[in-house]
């Protein structure tokens, strides 16, 4: 029996516990995330708080659950957003090809000349800084390169010899798409979406930590983080404990999903 590689085992391992503690925040946390306790303000981790509380007597263990769920819901959300309308807009302009390509490739270019966070910042400045006006933003802001790698993947496919026997065979145009080209998509798509699930949950972070991302006293760990500053020299673990799952699910994604690239990537089959 194959052993599956080392990335994709600690990769699969960080991802299925952030899932789990996520799933399981849903119904039971240690102590209630929002409920104040002032005589226990600041104190630090022991038998009762594992990993101390905040400025507020808040329980930090409770907190970091309950913004795991917040994280992996903002970030699926995101994700299926943004490869859902790039998926779309590719498969159209690459298929479509002439000035309807070029128009939208333009467009979608202009796009990307932005940096996603810079983009999700002007847009949240008109949709409202809230959850799903962090999903929407972020969606809009990385569905170009979505639409970008699909495009790639049906301009190589779209002269083949099974999409000239479709059209033969007198199959639609939106059938030989849906059928025959959108399959073949797949495996960049599922690579990407793995690499993007990092990228908006480090985007959330940061809008979070900038004041722009959900609104407390709801918690996430960017604005964990963030509350942390002014208490950052009295109760260190107010710092530590919200960056430490940020950079372990950063860690998991990216071991993940190089795991993914060897797997799917044709180009890397047989590689070391």
Request: glycine share 10%; charged share 10%.
């Amino acid at each position: 029996m194959k052993l599956p590689a080392p990335n994709a085992l600690v990769g699969g391992t960080l991802i299925g516990f952030l899932g789990l503690v996520a799933a399981v925040s849903a119904l039971w946390t240690p102590y209630d995330p929002l409920r104040l306790s002032f005589r226990a303000k600041l104190a630090a981790p022991s038998a009762m708080h594992w990993l101390g509380t905040d400025e507020f007597g808040r329980d930090v263990l409770s907190r970091l659950m309950a913004g795991a769920a917040t994280s992996v819901w903002i970030s699926l959300l995101t994700v299926a957003l943004a490869v859902s309308l790039g998926t779309m807009i590719g498969l159209f302009s690459g298929y479509v090809r002439g000035w309807v390509d070029r128009t939208i490739m333009a467009f979608n270019d202009a796009l990307l000349a932005f940096p996603g966070i810079l983009l999700a910042l002007g847009l949240l400045a008109v949709v409202g800084a809230n959850k799903y006006g962090i999903i929407l933003a972020l969606g809009i802001a990385y569905a170009p390169s979505v639409a970008r790698i699909v495009r790639g993947t049906v301009l190589s496919l779209r002269e083949r010899e099974f999409i000239s026997a479709s059209r033969v065979m007198g199959n639609s145009e939106a059938f030989t798409m849906a059928r025959h080209i959108l399959p073949n998509c797949i495996a960049p798509l599922t690579v990407l979406a793995t690499s993007m699930f990092g990228w908006v949950l480090l985007a959330e972070s940061s809008l979070s930590f900038l004041g722009l991302g959900v609104p407390p006293p709801a918690p996430t760990w960017g604005n964990m983080l963030a509350g942390s500053r002014p208490y950052i020299g009295q109760a260190v673990w107010l710092g530590i404990f919200p960056g430490l799952c940020i950079s372990l699910t950063l860690l998991g994604i990216n071991l993940l999903g190089d795991a993914l690239r060897d797997k799917l990537d044709p180009r890397m089959r047989g590689a070391r």
